[in-house]
């Protein structure tokens, strides 16, 4: 698995993939597994040109291959992540709703605080109940900054 770390407008971030897939994005304060190679390789290039035109406000859908590890249940869920529109925002409940089980609320909360791959699964457009922001693995000030990005992108297309 390769990984290479790039500074972005919301932090250093990292970009590992694997088998021409991208599997994980790290934020400046993950813990990164020693087993990976630092390397920077045509795909991270590329998901770093993409991940700089979506934070520029430039770019509303990425066109990367990603392979997250999960459960079949996480991987229903990243899927309806991913299928969240651009500029818009979900609680966990309606995902449970979407999933058509509205008591796994819980559950949903957990998939989504295990993505592996924020950003490009953008559980950063999934709030609370009360419509409030929570929980976010790079923090809730990057998640206010990438919903305020899509706002902003929406607003000036």
Sequence with gaps: MKLYFCETSIGKIGIAEDA???????????????????????????????LNA???????AFSLPIAP?????????????VN????????YKDIA????????????????????IPLFIPCHRIIGSNRQLVGYRGGLAIKA???EIEKQGLANP
């Design 20 to 50: 021409g897939k991208i599997t994980n994005v790290y934020f400046a304060t993950d813990i990164i597994p020693p087993a990976l190679a630092l390397e920077e390789t045509a795909l991270i290039r590329d998901a770093f040109r993409q």
């Design 54 to 60: 979506y934070l520029k406000g430039t770019l509303t």
């Design 69 to 81: 590890a999960g459960t079949i249940f996480r991987q229903q869920v990243w899927q309806l992540l």
């Design 84 to 91: 969240t529109p651009y500029g818009t925002t979900a609680t």
């Design 97 to 116: 709703i979407a999933l058509g089980n509205p008591k796994s609320v819980r559950a949903v909360g957990q998939a989504n605080h295990q993505n592996p």
């Design 145 to 147: 900054k990438l919903l």
